[in-house]
Nanobody, 115 residues
Framework: VQLVESGGGLVQPGGSLRLSCAASGFTFSRHSMSWYRQAPGKERELVARITSAAASTSYADSVKGRFTISRDNAKNTVYLLMNSLKSEDTAVYYC?????????WGQGTQVTVSS
């Protein structure tokens, strides 16, 4: 199982970024996928989750209305579109799934929101 995030970077407050997570090594279309983030000195927190068929999504209260999670099962990729970014969104963002009774994480991608 491999999860590879991309799309992070430096963005000004109010700006947008789209993160991608390319998955391999398992049947992507059968698994829910999530994005987590971890800011310096803080615990890792769930940002958004999407079910296997994209029938349902859920978000942390702090990102509702600003972030959108989506997936393309043909490309084995999950996305996180982040709009109206704030300084408090600065964190390392991780892709996550649960496969074969084991949590699986990507290596993370840094998002920095600063002027």
């Amino acid at each position: 199982v491999q999860l590879v995030e991309s799309g992070g970077g430096l963005v000004q407050p109010g700006g947008s970024l789209r993160l991608s997570c390319a998955a391999s090594g398992f049947t992507f279309s059968r698994h829910s996928m999530s994005w987590y983030r971890q800011a310096p000195g803080k615990e890792r927190e769930l940002v958004a989750r999407i079910t296997s068929a994209a029938a349902s999504t859920s978000y942390a209260d702090s990102v509702k209305g600003r972030f959108t999670i989506s997936r393309d099962n043909a490309k084995n990729t999950v996305y996180l579109l982040m709009n109206s970014l704030k300084s408090e969104d600065t964190a390392v963002y991780y892709c996550y799934t649960f496969y074969n009774v084991t949590p699986r994480w990507g290596q993370g991608t840094q998002v920095t929101v600063s002027s």
